[in-house]
């Protein structure tokens, strides 16, 4: 019999972590690039000191949650929750990304969860991201979780034919 794999954990990035969101993130751009707005190219001309000033305004801003899911100590998944700089009772979903050694062990709902978690304690009334039009593992995810695609979809980027799908949960009281 199997033993049981373990969950990962779910927990925030901290300011002095900025290489290993550097990297899962370029891991994530490399590995998955149909996936985001942002491109490998463009992210791997970060310096470092880039890196870790992203993660410092994080930490003080108040408005901003990365989150990182670990599988043995190691780095293997991310999620990055923003209030909405206008609306107060609106945050952001960005980055959403998972290993795929990581995949099925709980890490995108654990991310998701967390993210959702921190936006109700913010007293968010909304969450909205855009996720890739055919990547039917992360639709469903969110469509669990409760979210429902709003508005037409977007193009990802100049010179690409992939389209973003908005998608907003409304949360409960």
Not at 2 to 20: F, S, T
């Amino acid at each position: 019999m199997n033993a049981p794999r373990p969950a990962p954990r779910i927990r925030p990035l901290y300011p002095d972590e900025w290489a290993a969101y550097r990297d899962l993130r370029l891991r994530s751009l490399a590995e998955s690039p149909d996936a985001f707005y942002s491109t490998l190219e463009a992210e791997s001309a970060r310096t470092p000191e880039e890196w870790a000033a992203r993660l410092a305004a994080a930490a003080v801003s108040g408005k901003d949650c990365p989150l990182v899911a670990e599988l043995d100590g190691k780095p293997a998944g991310l999620v990055w929750a923003k209030m909405d700089g206008v609306n107060p009772a609106l945050v952001h979903l960005y980055q959403m990304w998972v290993a795929p050694e990581c995949r099925g062990r709980g890490a995108a709902r654990g991310l998701l969860d967390a993210a959702l978690g921190w936006a109700r304690e913010r007293n968010a009334r909304f969450v909205e991201l855009e996720v890739t039009r055919g990547n039917s593992a992360a639709v469903r995810l969110y469509e669990r979780a409760g979210f429902r695609a709003v508005n037409a979809p977007v193009p990802m980027r100049a010179a690409s034919s992939l389209m973003l799908q908005p998608m907003r949960l409304v949360l409960e009281d």
